[in-house]
């Protein structure tokens, strides 16, 4: 621990994906002097993306890290100062709330926006983690990435809604979606179901799992097996999205603000507020539903005007 008294910020932001960059552009205007924890992953999920080109205001695209960076600078030409370090114990039961970071260091802070971002869950094969860092064919959400595979073949792998939800998505731009369900049957609402049943160019093939993505640069199939007959083949595709659900960020925040069963943080209304006064929650740690960068760029803006108007009318600023 620190022997260092700790240090105060009037607002601290917690993660630096679009919503914590956003939440810190509009803290630093309305002179909160925003302190910034990036997290281990700075920049979030779109540090791991190509080409981003549906943020408005970039009309010939963007790289994900480009468009970060750009948040950055933007952030920090209004006064942010950015801590690269990783939150690892909070205390929000206290009056100001109390953080700690991996180096032992100490912060108090008045108001705290959350803004860790959820992670998409990977399969976890050398391969697909291969063609997903390289932009080579592998992605996590079908919104964002689908335009890039239209009249082509791709794969979804998952049976819950969201893996209806993007394979339906797809199969309005693709020419066929193989849609790979572990079980026997798919976890996705009935009315989800039927919908991908009905789609004539969806093709889902029970029981199979995926072993490996194939191509050398770019993807150009996957190897399956199915789990009953343990017979193996390849699906020839250029495209293969992972629908398998997101794991929140919020592990550190256990016990201290409120969440739903699976761990997202719970705001209430139309607001960012968390049942915590003065803590507030933006972007994908409190969003099941959209999970786009420019909605948790929104989020952001609205936590900072939340917590400039909580410290207002609580008379900290
Ligand atoms: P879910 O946890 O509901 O589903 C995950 C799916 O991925 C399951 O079908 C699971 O299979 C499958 N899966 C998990 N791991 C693997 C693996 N290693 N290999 C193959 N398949 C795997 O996540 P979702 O993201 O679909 O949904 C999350 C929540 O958001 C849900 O409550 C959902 O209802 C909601 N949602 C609602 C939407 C809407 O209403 N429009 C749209 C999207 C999501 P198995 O079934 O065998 O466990």
Known sequence: ????????????IIGSGPSGYTAAIYAA???????MITGLEHGGQLMFTTDVENYPGYPKGRTGPEMMEDFRLQAERFGTEIHYKHVVEVDFSVSPKKI????????????VII????????LNLPSEQKFRLSG????????????????????????????????????NLCKTVHLLVRRDEMRASAIMQKRVLNTANIKVHWNTETLEVLGDDVVSGIRVINNQTQETSEIPVEGFFLAIGHNPNTQVFKGQVETDDVGYIITHGKTTHTNVPGVFAAGD???TEYRQAVTAAGTGCMAALDAERWLKSNELM
Do not use: I, N
């Open 1 to 12: 621990m620190s022997s260092q008294a700790p240090r105060h910020a009037h607002c601290l």
């Open 29 to 35: 205007r309305a002179e909160l002097k925003p302190l």
């Open 100 to 111: 700690k970071t991996d180096d032992g260091s100490e912060y108090t802070a008045d108001a």
């Open 115 to 122: 803004s860790t971002g959820a992670s998409a869950k990977w």
């Open 136 to 171: 080579g064919g592998v992605s996590a959400c079908a919104v964002c990435d689908g335009y890039f595979y239209r009249g082509m073949d791709v794969a979804v792998v998952g049976a819950g809604d969201s893996a209806a939800e993007e394979a339906t998505y797809l199969a």
């Open 285 to 287: 740690v409190q969003d």
